[in-house]
């Protein structure tokens, strides 16, 4: 079946330090893939996506590519900001379109002024 | 627009007891996905309805129980409560595409259920 392996948390970084937080996935034929922010005691909000291979998702200063050779999705960002500060989620649908969401288990960043 | 809107936000309930919880999707959505968010398993898909018909449901217990209705709400209910049912219960709407499948999903706040 589907899965994503997303890197553990916490990570901490100081403000306007670079972000990489890994994620790979195991699914069969081209799913598409969703990055998910979770600020505290708030719902999901989606942060980007990607539909197919090498599509680059961007939003709000964050990138990523889908990789499928490394079957990757790995969620950057130039320069952090405190605000940035939650929990990242990595997903995937199958590939029937955008259905059922199979997520990781999140990674927390801690961004310090 | 208003956003997915889900009631109760807290809950507090004993073992043993059933819950109802309730999700009002974004207007012109009809499709709503709920899942459940635990520190341990993370985020698991619970059951998606589409048209008052459940379209797909995940891995859990009998117990688990959902249904929407003509105008697309939806609630979900947990019977004879188990403190691991203790979780945030997320709900999600989004319009199927004309292929079938879904476009973005958008969440609620979610409703943190605690079983005592």
């Known amino acids: 079946g589907n899965s994503v392996t997303q890197m553990e948390g916490p990570v901490t970084l100081s403000e306007e330090a670079f972000l990489t937080i890994n994620c790979t996935y195991t699914?069969?034929?081209?799913?598409?893939l969703f990055w998910y922010v979770q600020y505290p005691g708030e719902g999901l909000q989606l942060l980007l996506k990607?539909?197919?291979?090498?599509d680059k998702g961007s939003n709000k200063g964050f990138e990523a590519t889908y990789r499928k050779e490394t079957t990757s999705f790995h969620l950057e960002k130039g320069s952090v900001q405190v605000s940035d500060s939650a929990v990242y989620f990595c997903?995937?649908?199958?590939?029937?379109?955008?259905?059922?969401?199979?997520f990781g288990k999140g990674t927390m960043l801690l961004v310090s002024p | 627009k208003a956003g997915v809107t889900q009631t109760p936000r807290y809950l507090i309930k004993t073992r043993g007891q059933q819950v109802t919880l309730s999700c009002s999707p974004i207007?012109?959505?009809?499709?709503v996905s709920w899942y459940q968010q635990t520190p341990g398993q993370g985020l698991q898909f619970l059951f998606e309805?589409?048209?008052?018909?459940?379209?797909n449901k995940g891995n859990f217990p009998g117990r688990f129980s959902g249904r929407q209705f003509s105008n697309s709400r939806s609630e979900m209910n947990v019977s004879t409560l188990e403190l691991g049912d203790s979780a945030l219960y997320l709900c999600?709407?989004?319009?199927?595409?004309?292929?079938?499948?879904?476009?973005?999903?958008?969440f609620g706040p979610g409703t943190r259920l605690t079983v005592l």
């Open positions: 999600a709407s989004s319009a199927r595409t004309s292929g079938g499948g879904l476009n973005e999903q958008f």
């Open positions: 699914a069969t034929g081209y799913p598409s």
């Open positions: 990607a539909t197919k291979a090498d």
């Open positions: 997903a995937l649908s199958g590939i029937s379109g955008y259905s059922t969401l199979t």
């Open positions: 207007s012109g959505h009809r499709s």
């Open positions: 309805y589409f048209s008052e018909t459940q379209r």
